[in-house]
C-alpha cells in the first residue's frame, strides 16, 4: 500500500502495539511481536532520516522529489552497547523528535515501506530499530528476510491451484518432508470439524516445484484453504510455493495416493 504524501505520518495501530509489548507478561510477547510484525509488513509507513549530497535535488510540492543525475543520499545510523549499527525508522514526527541532533529545525525524510526497508538491509546483514527512543522494535536482518518471505507467500505464492489439461505435472512425495508445516495446519485442522483429512505431496509444474496439499471436508474444501494457508506460511520453506486442491480434483487421484498427514478421529458420535 503506497502512503499518502498529503497526510502526515502516524501509525497508531503500530504504536499501540508497540506499548502493548513493552507492558504485557512474557507468555504473552510471542503474540504481541507477531502482531507487530504483521502490521510493520502489511500497513505501516515509517519515516527515515535522510542526508542528501551531490547534485541539489528538487522537493515538489506534492512530498515526491526528484533527483538528478549525480544525486546522493544517505541515512544516519544509531551506534549500539555492543559497538554494532544500526538504521533507525520512526512511526511518526513525535517519535523522530526524540532523536536529539533532529529535536528542532528542518531535517529531510523519507517515508518508507517494509519492502523499502528489506531492499536496505538485504545485502548488509543489517540491523533496523523501529522508535529507538520510544517503545523500541528491533529486527535483525534474518528477522526481516523472514518477515518478507511470510509477507511474499502470503500475496503470491498460496493459490487454488487450476490445471489446464494439456500442462505436465509430476506428483510424488517430497524429499525433505516440511513437518513443522504439516503440524502447524493440523493443529488447525482439529479445530475445524468439517476438515475430515488433508494430504501433502510435491508437485512439479513446468519446472517449478510447490507443496500441493489435498482438502477433504464436508462440503466445498475451497472454504477452508486460507485458513489452512494462514496457519501453514510461517513455516513455508523458503523458495518453495503452496498449490491446495479439494479432494474431488482430478488430479486428487494421484496427490491423495498414500496416508494423509492429517485425519480427522472419529469419536463416538462421529
Not at 58 to 63: A, R, T
Not at 115 to 132: A, K, L, Q, R
Request: aromatic content about 8%.
Amino acid at each position: 500500500m503506497l502512503p499518502d504524501l498529503n497526510q502526515p505520518v502516524e501509525n497508531p495501530k503500530l504504536k499501540a502495539l508497540l506499548n502493548k509489548r513493552a507492558t504485557a507478561p512474557q507468555e504473552a510477547q510471542l503474540d504481541v511481536v507477531n502482531e507487530i510484525a504483521e502490521e510493520i509488513a502489511m500497513n505501516a509507513h515509517f519515516l527515515a532520516v535522510v542526508n542528501f549530497g551531490g547534485s541539489p535535488v528538487q522537493n515538489n510540492s506534492d512530498g515526491t522529489a526528484l533527483f538528478p543525475e549525480g544525486a546522493t543520499m544517505s541515512f544516519p545510523g544509531l551506534s549500539l552497547k555492543d559497538g554494532s549499527s544500526c538504521l533507525p525508522f520512526f512511526t511518526d514526527w513525535d517519535e523522530l523528535r526524540k532523536w536529539e541532533p533532529f529535536k528542532n529545525g528542518n531535517v529531510n525524510t523519507l517515508v518508507m515501506t517494509f519492502d523499502d526497508i528489506h531492499g536496505m538491509v538485504s545485502n548488509d546483514n543489517g540491523t533496523v530499530i523501529i522508535n529507538p527512543f520510544g517503545d523500541a522494535f528491533m529486527m535483525p536482518f534474518g528477522m526481516i528476510d523472514q518477515i518478507k518471505h511470510v509477507k511474499d507467500a502470503r500475496l503470491g505464492k498460496v493459490q487454488q491451484q487450476v490445471i489446464k489439461k494439456d500442462t505436465k505435472v509430476t506428483i510424488g512425495d517430497p524429499k525433505d518432508y516440511p513437518k513443522q508445516m504439516t503440524d502447524a495446519i493440523s493443529a488447525y485442522a482439529k479445530k475445524i470439524k468439517g476438515i475430515k483429512a488433508i494430504w501433502l505431496k510435491l508437485m512439479v509444474k513446468e519446472g517449478e516445484q510447490s507443496f500441493l496439499l489435498t482438502v477433504e471436508a464436508e462440503g466445498d474444501a475451497r472454504s477452508y484453504f486460507q485458513g489452512i494457508a494462514d496457519s501453514a506460511l510461517p513455516h513455508l520453506p523458503r523458495g518453495m510455493y503452496l498449490d491446495m486442491i479439494p479432494s474431488t480434483d482430478r488430479l486428487a487421484e494421484t496427490s491423495t495416493k498414500g496416508e494423509p498427514f492429517y485425519r480427522r478421529k472419529k469419536g463416538l458420535f462421529g
